[in-house]
């Protein structure tokens, strides 16, 4: 039903910054209606959660490796959610997905979902 698209990767330096933004390839469906998690897996590991923020907008959680560099946030107006990504390093180097909670509109610390609904991914390269 609610399929999602990522947008805003590329190939940066280390120290810079990307913007990613999730929006629903239907815009008849509403993202402020569920929680919203970042992923990101790298070649040869295993997904993990990068940021989620819940229905609302007021609860947030974030890796600890991506804390204080990454942030999350809705704009509503938009409907989209995007990850602020700055000072950046190689090790961020993953191909990001967005997904949506299709059934508890939340955002916990293990990003355990459900998350029902993914998007394609979208590639991010921190390289001098």
């Known amino acids: 039903q609610l399929q999602l698209v990522e947008s805003g990767g590329g190939l940066v330096q280390p120290g810079g910054s990307l913007r990613l933004s999730c929006a629903a390839s239907?815009?008849?469906?509403?993202?402020?209606?569920?929680?919203i998690g970042w992923f990101r897996q790298a070649p040869g590991k295993e997904r993990e959660g990068v940021s989620c923020?819940?229905?609302?907008?007021?609860?947030?959680n974030y890796a600890d490796s991506v804390k204080g560099r990454f942030t999350i946030s809705r704009d509503n107006a938009r409907n989209t959610v995007a990850l602020q990504m700055n000072s950046l390093k190689p090790e961020d180097t993953a191909v990001y997905y967005c997904?949506?909670?299709?059934?508890?509109?939340?955002?916990?610390?293990?990003?355990?979902?459900?998350?029902?609904?993914w998007g394609q991914g979208t590639h991010v390269t921190v390289s001098s």
């Open positions: 239907d815009p008849r469906f509403n993202l402020a209606y569920y929680g």
């Open positions: 923020i819940n229905s609302r907008g007021e609860t947030t």
């Open positions: 997904a949506a909670d299709t059934l508890l509109m939340g955002c916990t610390a293990t990003m355990g979902g459900p998350y029902g609904s």
